[in-house]
């Protein structure tokens, strides 16, 4: 790894002169929570003062810009008994900032489904091959977010540029050649002595802020065990089967295909829309008969999934520990809380 430092300034001038002709995405501020916290969205900008990256985390995750919540697959014509198909991916250039280690874990993760598996998705991996991605380190971990304790507050790949804020300079990690060439824009300077100290001193601070933890070692044998434990019961009884969790969450990826025929019959149209395990159909079949009636059911296998199911494929959770999903829900129902009760339970 290429390490860097560029005066701020300069991370500016990158984005007003030499991106200016790229969809540029970052953390914006789009309201004001009721405890006059500012609430932020990943969003195109023009200008870079439009954004802040000093912000705590995004309501919602970049995901969208990966896996948008809905996408056409591929379209149909049909003419004399025969037919053709179109099928688009998005090739355009963008350049997304702002990402915390928690967000590039969670794309590395995606990556692992989506553009590594035994079969890659071409729209993502077009997505996500046109992305240049500029994450940043937190200054001191959110208020609930748990991402140390899923090994997520540290990122190592999966980014082009990486900063982390040491004053009136970034300290840069270098995570790809174009990730250099960008930087070669605008001049980085080697690291000095002075600039190695006040990034080792700010991270070995962040690393001992962290408030909010789990225990996820032996999580998959917990989880097994508690397969039948009133815990589940108890945390579905509160659920409102909304999605909310899901839709938030930036590794949540399942999702459902259906075909859409024009009342001409002459058109049809694959259509690709996320979902949500805790949805009342979502393990619906044919004959309406459903394999997870119940919400507990519904939410116990979320989990699963987060901390079992991702764990025995790719050897780690799915989970970054962001608490998106904690934050979005109208039930109050959080991963901390639920695997705490999980555990007190052995
Ligand atoms: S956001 Fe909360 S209430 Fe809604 S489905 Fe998820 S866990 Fe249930
Ligand atoms: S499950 Fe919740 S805490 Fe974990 S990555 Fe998804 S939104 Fe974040």
């Given at each position: 790894?290429?390490?860097?430092?560029?005066?701020?300034?300069?991370?500016?001038?990158?984005?007003n002169v030499h991106l200016k002709?790229?969809?540029?995405?970052?953390?914006?501020?789009?309201?004001?929570?009721?405890?006059?916290?500012?609430?932020?969205?990943?969003?195109?900008?023009?200008?870079?003062?439009?954004?802040?990256?000093?912000?705590?985390?995004?309501?919602?995750?970049?995901?969208?810009?990966?896996?948008?919540?809905?996408?056409?697959?591929?379209?149909?014509?049909?003419?004399?008994?025969?037919?053709?198909?179109?099928?688009?991916?998005?090739?355009?250039?963008?350049?997304?900032?702002?990402?915390?280690?928690?967000?590039?874990?969670?794309?590395?993760?995606?990556?692992?489904?989506?553009?590594?598996?035994?079969?890659?998705?071409?729209?993502?991996?077009?997505?996500?091959?046109?992305?240049?991605?500029?994450?940043?380190?937190?200054?001191?971990?959110c208020t609930d977010g748990f991402?140390?304790?899923?090994?997520?507050?540290?990122?190592?790949?999966?980014?082009?540029?990486?900063?982390?804020?040491?004053?009136?300079?970034?300290?840069?990690?270098?995570?790809?050649?174009?990730?250099?060439?960008?930087?070669?824009?605008?001049?980085?300077?080697?690291?000095?002595?002075?600039?190695?100290?006040?990034?080792?001193?700010?991270?070995?601070?962040?690393?001992?802020?962290?408030?909010?933890?789990?225990?996820?070692?032996?999580?998959?044998?917990?989880?097994?065990?508690?397969?039948?434990?009133?815990?589940?019961?108890?945390?579905?009884?509160?659920?409102?089967?909304?999605?909310?969790?899901?839709?938030?969450?930036?590794?949540?990826?399942?999702?459902?295909?259906?075909?859409?025929?024009?009342?001409?019959?002459?058109?049809?149209?694959?259509?690709?829309?996320?979902?949500?395990?805790?949805?009342?159909?979502?393990?619906?079949?044919?004959?309406?008969?459903?394999?997870?009636?119940?919400?507990?059911?519904?939410?116990?296998?979320?989990?699963?999934?987060?901390?079992?199911?991702?764990?025995?494929?790719?050897?780690?959770?799915?989970?970054?520990?962001?608490?998106?999903?904690?934050?979005?829900?109208?039930?109050?129902?959080?991963?901390?809380?639920?695997?705490?009760?999980?555990?007190?339970?052995?």
């Amino acid at each position: 790894m290429i390490f860097k430092t560029i005066v701020k300034e300069d991370l500016k001038k990158l984005f007003n002169v030499h991106l200016k002709d790229v969809e540029c995405v970052g953390p914006k501020q789009v309201a004001t929570s009721n405890d006059g916290k500012a609430v932020y969205q990943f969003l195109p900008f023009e200008s870079f003062d439009e954004i802040n990256l000093n912000h705590e985390k995004t309501e919602y995750s970049a995901k969208t810009y990966f896996l948008p919540f809905r996408e056409t697959l591929s379209t149909f014509n049909f003419k004399n008994g025969d037919w053709d198909q179109e099928i688009k991916y998005r090739k355009q250039q963008r350049v997304l900032v702002g990402l915390h280690p928690c967000d590039i874990n969670a794309l590395v993760k995606l990556d692992k489904v989506f553009a590594k598996d035994l079969f890659p998705s071409p729209y993502y991996r077009s997505r996500r091959e046109n992305t240049f991605v500029i994450g940043i380190d937190c200054d001191k971990p959110c208020t609930d977010g748990f991402c140390a304790s899923v090994g997520a507050d540290v990122v190592t790949h999966g980014f082009d540029l990486f900063l982390r804020d040491i004053g009136d300079k970034y300290f840069v990690k270098v995570g790809s050649d174009r990730g250099l060439n960008v930087l070669n824009k605008i001049s980085p300077t080697d690291i000095s002595p002075e600039e190695r100290k006040s990034y080792r001193k700010k991270t070995k601070e962040f690393l001992a802020g962290f408030k909010n933890t789990i225990r996820v070692e032996n999580l998959p044998n917990t989880l097994d065990i508690e397969f039948e434990s009133p815990v589940w019961k108890k945390w579905g009884d509160k659920c409102l089967s909304c999605g909310s969790c899901a839709m938030v969450c930036p590794t949540c990826y399942c999702y459902g295909v259906s075909e859409q025929i024009s009342m001409d019959f002459k058109k049809s149209e694959k259509v690709k829309q996320l979902y949500s395990c805790n949805l009342l159909d979502f393990a619906m079949v044919a004959g309406a008969h459903n394999f997870r009636p119940a919400r507990e059911t519904r939410l116990k296998y979320r989990y699963y999934h987060q901390h079992r199911g991702f764990v025995e494929s790719f050897g780690e959770p799915k989970c970054v520990g962001c608490n998106r999903c904690g934050r979005a829900c109208l039930a109050n129902i959080n991963p901390v809380d639920v695997i705490s009760d999980l555990q007190m339970e052995l």
